[in-house]
């Protein structure tokens, strides 16, 4: 019997993507070679790089009235995992919006969004993630963060194959974003992306709707940022793989092909349970004609 359309599909991009990362390269990166893996594309006096007591490489962003301050990798990737520690604005941070991402470019970009929305002091941090395709967002979902975000480091992760993507916190996913392009969802999976992180004034919009402005009376405020790893596909700025010798051992990674399985499944349920604030498949006022076809398809 054939296979199911939706089996077809995810068969052909997974041997797209092994077929990418054998002949590119899949990295580790340490914490001593951070900078050497970005760019800082904007507001490069407001980038601070020191070594913590542990001797790991931290890298602080910085935000006043004058400039925020942006990263971006030299490498583009097809496919991956992308982990960043960050310790974020402490105080009162709201108008702030701290960042990790991953986007190509263009009108009709992809992008999948971590971006953390400050707060008055003593208020809930908002962890905002978003999904678009082919230039097209809308996809949000809002959540509290369970713990204090600013006291120490903790671990976002973005894992992005041809079957899904799934955002992880503390090695823990709180949300998958699954590929139904077979019926007609777009997915982000034909432009490779760049992984990002920034901090910058987002008053307009992050705290209570734009309603909560940036206190500059508290500037500079800084988020920081260490322990970047990415497992990846690296391809070149033409969008080929990169022409590397691949060792017998190259492959696309164990990130390659993962879905979530009964825990992750329970871990995601549990999040959306206890701290979800915001899902757009339950805006009936944004999506008065109905919900997006994906969120009737998981």
């Known amino acids: 019997m054939p296979r199911p359309l939706v089996q077809q599909v995810a068969a052909a ?6 077929a990418c990362c054998f002949a590119a390269r899949s990295s580790a990166v340490l914490d001593a070679s951070f900078m ?7 507001g490069g006096d407001h980038v601070r790089v020191a070594d913590d007591e542990e001797g790991r490489r931290v890298v602080a962003l910085t935000l006043d009235r004058d400039s925020g301050s942006g990263l971006q990798s030299k490498d583009q990737f097809l496919f991956g995992e992308f982990s960043m520690e960050i310790k974020l604005v402490p105080g009162d941070s709201a108008g702030t919006v701290a960042t990790f991402y991953l986007t190509s470019e263009g009108e009709t970009h992809d992008e999948i969004d971590f971006e953390f929305l400050g707060n008055v002091s003593g208020e809930p941090y908002v962890m905002h993630t978003n999904v678009f395709a082919n230039g097209k967002g809308e996809r949000e979902q809002q959540f509290y963060l369970w713990f204090d975000p600013t006291a120490d480091f903790h671990n976002y992760t973005i894992l992005w194959n041809p079957l899904n993507i799934i955002f992880s916190v503390d090695g823990e996913p709180v949300r998958v974003f699954k590929n139904h392009e077979a019926s007609g969802v777009p997915y982000p999976g034909g432009q490779p992306m760049r992984a990002h992180a920034s901090l910058w004034n987002g008053d307009f919009w992050a705290t209570r709707g734009g309603q909560v402005k940036i206190n500059w009376t508290h500037a500079p405020f800084a988020a920081s940022y260490r322990g970047y790893e990415s497992s990846a ?3 070149s700025s033409g ?60």
């Open 13 to 18: 991009a997974v041997a797209t993507v092994v």
């Open 233 to 235: 596909c690296s391809v």
């Open 239 to 298: 969008g080929q793989p990169n022409s590397t010798s691949p060792s017998p051992d190259d492959s696309a990674g164990p990130w390659m092909g993962r879905q979530l399985g009964p825990d992750g499944e329970r871990a995601v349920a549990w999040a959306r349970e206890n701290y979800m604030i915001y899902d757009y498949c339950r805006d009936q006022w944004r999506f008065p004609q109905g919900q997006p076809a994906e969120c009737n398809l998981d």
């Open 36 to 42: 050497e893996e970005f760019d800082v594309i904007w």
